[in-house]
C-alpha cells in the first residue's frame, strides 16, 4: 500500500487531534509531511508528534501553499470563517481536498468552492463524518433492504449538551455569528448532511423554521455575578456554569484539557483558564448563538423532515427516528444500537453496532480511511464522498436559519 503524503493547515482541535491520529495509528499508510498552524504552541506540538522538520513548518497557510509540495491531499480544519481562502487557493493549485464543515461562512462561498473543485476536476470531501459512521452507513443499509418499506418521515433531536453548548456557543468559537456561522449551520449541517443521506439523495424542496437566544443574556444573570466566574463571583460554587467546572469537566471529557490548556497542573490551569475566553460569565458574553431551534421540511415525494435543537439537554446525542410504510428504526448514535419494527409481523429487532471509541462515534477514523482510500483510486466510487454530495445540506442549513430570522417564513429551495 502506497504511502499517502498529506498537509495540515489548522492543527487546532479538528485537525491535530481528530483527523491526524489516523497518520500515527497507521504510519505506512499516512504521512503529514508539512503544517501550517498561527499559534506556535499548537504548531510545535503538532510537529513534534508527526516528526515534522522546522523548514515545513509555517505560521501562514500561504506560505505552505507557495512551496509547492507533492502532497497526494491537504486537509484544512481552520475555523468557519478561515476556510474559504485556503480552499480555494489550495484548489486552484491543484490539490485534493478534506475540508472541515462548514465549508464557508455564507451559502454563496460554499457553493463557489463547490464548483471551483468540479472545473478543476479535483477531490473535495468535507467533513461530514456522520454519514461515514458505522451506525449510520447500518441504517442506511437497513433502509435500502426495502424492511420498513417507503420512508415517509424522520423526527430528529440533536440534543447539543448545557454544558457544551455554554462553551462553544456562548463563551467559545462559535459564540458571535457575525465572526462565524450560525448555530443551524456550524452545529447541524451534519444532520441536514444525514438526512440527506438516509433519503438517497433526495432534495428537499421547502423549510422552515423557529428558535431563539433566550436564556444566556443578561436578563437571566444571577445578581451580583462579577463578568469573570474567577474575579469573586458570589455564585462561583453554586452556578452550574461556573468555570471552576473546568477542573471536574478535565476528568470527564478530555477534549477540554486540549482546548483550553494541555496541562493536569491545576494551578497552572486554572492561571491559563481565567485569561481565557472560557472564564467569562456565560450571562454577559457577546454570544448571540440560538439555544433552541425547530426545523420542518418537505422532499421530493412528499417526506416530511421534523428536527430540533436544543441547549437544554442533560446528555449530548442525537436521536432519530424513521418512518416507513411497513416500519420504523429508532435509536441513537450514542447508544451503538437501533430498533427495527415492523406493522406486519410486530417483530422487533435490537441491531448492535460495533463503534470505535473514538469522537463521532467513529466518523473520524472512518472519514479518513474514505479519504486516503479516494486518493489511491481515484474512480467514480471514490466520489461519492464528494463534496456535490454535501453541499445541498449546507444550502439547506442557510435556509434554516434565514427562515428564522423572518419570522419562519418558508423558503423554497431550488
Known sequence: MRQIKLGLIGAGERGANCYAPYALKYPAEVKFVCVAERIEERRNTFAKTHGIPK??????????????????????????????????????KGYHLLLEKPMAETAEKTKAIVEAAKEKGTLLTVCHVLRHTPFFRSIKETIDSGVIGEIKSIHHIENIGYWHFAHSYVRGNWSNTKETTPMIVAKCSHDTDIFNFLLGGKKCKRISSFGSLSYFTKENMPEGATKNCMDGCPHNKTCMYSAYKYLEDRKQRSNFKDIVMRTDDNVTFLAHLKESPYSRCVYQCDNDAVDHQVVSME??????????????????????????????????????????????????????IHTPKTLHSGGDECIMENFTSALRAMDEKSRKYSAELSLQGHVMAFAAEESRINGGRVIELS
Open 299 to 352: 422532499y421530493e415525494d412528499g417526506v416530511t423532515v421534523s428536527w430540533q435543537a436544543s441547549a437544554f439537554t442533560m446528555d449530548i446525542i442525537r436521536q432519530t427516528k424513521i418512518m416507513g410504510t411497513k416500519g420504523e428504526i429508532e435509536g441513537s448514535i450514542d447508544d451503538n444500537e437501533y430498533a427495527v419494527k415492523e406493522f406486519a409481523t410486530g417483530n422487533e429487532r435490537i441491531v448492535k
Open 55 to 92: 523548514e515545513d513548518q509555517y505560521e501562514d497557510w500561504r506560505a505552505l501553499l507557495e512551496k509547492g509540495y507533492e502532497l497526494d491531499g491537504l486537509i484544512i480544519a481552520t475555523q468557519d470563517q478561515e476556510h474559504y481562502e485556503p480552499a480555494m487557493a489550495a484548489i486552484a
